[in-house]
């Protein structure tokens, strides 16, 4: 117990030192020298976090049966090598972004300005996947007025110091809210303004980005509905179906892949998803382009090492796997 | 008003059925009536039906609270009552 306790002080008291002294130092560096010395942490926190290396490669060898052993432990590297790298895309954001805007390139953008022609905004529907924080912030700069709804992790994770959370807020956050039209909409318990918020801000024609696949707090599970997601069942909240068509707003999805050079990144946004039909259908129109990029690019999704938010997104592996989720090693908060 | 505004709740946003019938001084939070979608649909049918306009600003929980609350944030938002307070 002893041990944990000191070995979670010391990832905590590395990923402080990482992102608050050599992440910014990396930023600062010929992008090739910065974002391979990212990649060299990467590839020590994935021999050294030994549980979280597990369980991000059973689940993804779960969730994606198509995937071998051997390609399983490669996105699983990949996985830590992206977190790595993510640190030095926000620390790139200086300077209205210019940094990291010539490393980001843009494609589907006339998907987005056909959309915003139409007058009554756009929701741009993304999942936790890649840098796309970062690459949203990139698209704000772009000339596009951007704002997110969504909840930043470490104002809710349980267990973190007060001082954690304002590194956080002062490392992260600022940086990112930086480059967005109006304030972060976070949908907390109890804000019941959030999607009248975010109607404002689509009745004004800007783009409103959601991401889809965050495990529904306690507060929203009675809304979640049952979807497919990875090959198996996920219980999810389907707002932005609900938010699209109360305003009109065309629906849009964007997904940010990192390339093999792990410095340049693709910000990928679709046509307009069909909103017809009912609600968890058109929900799960969305979902399914999530699952199909994150086929694509397994390494850029979040949530593989968690058990717990697999545990609350309700996903239990595929039936042709009969290792239950609840086994696997759970990982210190 | 009251009557239009309860029958829209109690029509569109009350999920449970033993809340009903609505009273206009139920809390529409305390009960869960009203979500955060629930209030976007709300704001959508009171600008609709009484021709009126909500800022970001307006959108505070206590306008919100009970089809008497919403009924006098309406009334004091209501374009008539705007030009007569203008004088």
Request: glycine fraction near 6%.
């Amino acid at each position: 117990m002893a041990d944990g306790r000191v070995a979670r002080l010391l990832r905590s008291a590395e990923g402080v030192a990482y992102w608050g002294a050599v992440a910014p130092v990396l930023a600062r560096m010929p992008a090739a020298l910065g974002y391979r010395i990212a990649c060299w942490r990467g590839d020590w926190l994935y021999r050294s976090h030994a549980a979280k290396r597990a369980n991000t490669e059973r689940h993804l060898r779960l969730f994606l049966g198509e995937l071998s052993r051997s390609a399983a432990r490669h996105a699983a590297r990949d996985w830590f090598r992206f977190a790595s790298c993510e640190a030095v895309d926000v620390m790139r954001l200086r300077h209205r972004a210019r940094p990291l805007r010539r490393l980001v390139e843009i494609e589907g953008r006339e998907h987005l300005e056909a959309a915003r022609a139409g007058g009554k905004g756009v929701i741009l529907c993304c999942a936790h996947f890649g840098s796309y924080n970062s690459a949203l912030s990139v698209l704000h700069t772009s000339g596009v007025p951007v704002t997110t709804i969504g909840r930043w992790q470490y104002k809710y994770t349980a267990g973190m110091s007060r001082f954690e959370r304002r590194f956080w807020d002062w490392v992260l956050a600022r940086r990112v809210r930086r480059h967005r039209q109006r304030p972060m909409i976070e949908p907390w318990p109890g804000r019941i303004e959030v999607a009248a918020l975010a109607a404002s801000a689509l009745r004004d024609n800007e783009v409103v980005t959601i991401s889809i696949d965050a495990p529904p707090l306690d507060a929203d599970k009675a809304r979640a509905v049952d979807v497919r997601f990875l090959g198996t069942h996920a219980r999810l909240v389907p707002g932005v179906v609900t938010l699209a068509r109360l305003t009109g707003a065309p629906v849009l999805m964007c997904s940010v892949y990192r390339s093999a050079d792990y410095r340049h990144q693709v910000l990928e946004i679709s046509a307009p998803v069909p909103m017809a039909g009912d609600t968890a259908a058109a929900f799960g129109r969305c979902v399914a382009e999530v699952s199909s990029a994150i086929r694509r690019s397994p390494a850029s999704w979040v949530y593989w090492p968690s058990p717990v938010d697999f545990d609350n997104l309700g996903m239990t592996p595929p039936n042709r796997y009969t290792t239950p989720v609840r086994r696997l090693i759970p990982v210190g908060v | 008003m009251e009557t239009v505004i309860n029958d829209y709740v109690s029509r569109e946003l009350v999920q449970d059925q033993s809340l009903l019938p609505l009273a206009d001084d139920t809390s529409l939070l305390e009960t869960g009536i009203l979500d955060s979608l629930g209030l976007l649909k709300l704001v959508v049918f009171l600008e609709e039906r009484f021709g009126i306009s909500m800022g970001d600003t307006d959108l505070l929980p206590e306008n919100f609270a009970s089809v008497n609350a919403i009924c006098d944030y309406v009334r004091a938002r209501e374009p008539g009552r705007t030009e007569a307070t203008n004088g």
